[in-house]
């Protein structure tokens, strides 16, 4: 059974930083495309990274959030710095089986269960 377990959330203020983590159990997704996706309250979830032979950004956190991954702990990261009120959502991992395009959620096969992001002003 697969399970995707993330980590890292919590409240800080703006500027501050934070580090995602997601752990991968039940199968290995060294060369499966892996990323991170966010909801905040009333808005649908939208993209914000993605790890798939190069590293993806959406274009309101590109420069501010590295996306790395560590393939010996089946585990990827999200790093955020200079982080926004705007950034305030839920949190969401998620690891695809195959290809497809990794900005869209219905790309992806499996999910975490979200942790919560918020940044106060």
């Known amino acids: 059974q697969v399970q995707l377990v993330e980590s890292g959330g919590g409240l800080v203020q703006a500027g501050g930083s934070l580090r995602l983590s997601c752990a991968a159990s039940?199968?290995?997704?060294?060369?499966?495309?892996m990323g991170w996706f966010r909801q905040a309250p009333g808005k649908e979830r939208e993209f914000v990274s993605a790890v798939s032979g190069g590293v993806y950004y959406a274009d309101s956190v590109k420069g501010r959030f590295t996306i790395s991954r560590d393939n010996a702990k089946n585990t990827v990261y999200l790093q955020m710095n200079s982080l926004k009120p705007e950034d305030t959502a839920v949190y969401y991992c998620?690891?695809?089986?195959?290809?497809?395009?990794?900005?869209?959620?219905?790309?992806?096969?499996?999910w975490g269960q979200g942790t919560q992001v918020t940044v106060s002003s």
């Open positions: 998620a690891a695809a089986n195959g290809g497809g395009a990794w900005w869209l959620a219905r790309s992806y096969d499996y």
């Open positions: 039940g199968r290995t997704f060294s060369s499966a495309a």
